[in-house]
């Protein structure tokens, strides 16, 4: 069984500070990784991708993958009540149909002001 | 870049009707698309994989002949709910991607309400 997964939370922190999200996968041979930000009622929203193990920046945002624990994380740096959403991890799993993304079922993040 | 438009974004329609909805990429080429359905506080649920001038491979539990796809282009994709029921209300999702190491970009979705 191909599997994501995620703390459901809700994960609160306060306006400012940093916002760690985690992501486990079950496929060690699993070649990419996206976090996707999904607001209440909308479609998801790509926020970044990693394909080799370590930090990747952009902006207020990093993505860590560790390969070897199977572990990808998401920090939300200067944490701001716009950032309140469902964050979704995604992986892209060898024999997957087609190829496709797993979906983890998503960590609620609120950002409290 | 990497535009996905889907349409239309909300459609209130009588139970058997059959209901089309389009998703096209705007600045890209989509290689493959996919649709995707979402219930209300429930994860994503993959419908069906399609990639350009092939037939859809549709997940476990997902019926072909009710939910219909075609994708004939590199940047056009339609499902259509046949003879829609109210159990088939939902939050319908597209998405597309390039190629296979690409991010998948998703459109702005579809509520459908069956009454």
């Known amino acids: 069984q191909k599997e994501v997964e995620q703390n459901s939370g809700p994960l609160s922190v306060p306006e400012g500070a940093i916002a760690s999200l985690n992501c486990t996968y079950s496929?060690?041979?699993?070649?990419?990784f996206f976090w996707y930000r999904q607001y209440s009622g909308k479609s998801p929203e790509l926020i970044m991708f990693i394909y080799s193990n370590g930090d990747k920046e952009d902006g207020r945002f990093t993505a860590q993958l560790n390969k070897a624990s199977q572990y990808v994380s998401l920090l939300i740096r200067d944490s701001q009540p716009s950032d309140s959403a469902t964050y979704l991890c995604?992986?892209?799993?060898?024999?997957?149909?087609?190829?496709?993304?797993?979906f983890g079922k998503g960590t609620k993040l609120s950002v409290k002001p | 870049g990497a535009v996905v438009s889907q349409h239309p974004s909300w459609v209130i329609c009588k139970s058997g009707t059959s209901v089309k909805i389009e998703c096209r990429s705007l600045?890209?080429?989509?290689?493959?698309m996919f649709w995707y359905r979402q219930f209300p506080k429930q994860s994503l649920m993959l419908m069906a994989t399609?990639?350009?001038?092939?037939?859809?491979?549709?997940e476990q539990g997902v019926e072909k002949d009710k939910f219909l796809i075609n994708h004939a282009s590199l940047t056009l994709s339609t499902l259509t709910v046949t003879s829609a029921h109210p159990e088939d209300s939902s939050f319908y999702i597209c998405?597309?991607?390039?190629?296979?190491?690409?991010?998948?970009?998703f459109g702005d979705g579809t509520r459908l309400s069956i009454l």
């Open positions: 995604a992986v892209n799993m060898r024999g997957g149909s087609q190829g496709n993304l797993i």
């Open positions: 998405s597309a991607r390039e190629t296979g190491v690409q991010p998948q970009h």
């Open positions: 399609s990639n350009e001038g092939s037939k859809a491979t549709y």
């Open positions: 496929d060690r041979g699993s070649q990419s």
């Open positions: 600045d890209f080429q989509a290689t493959t």
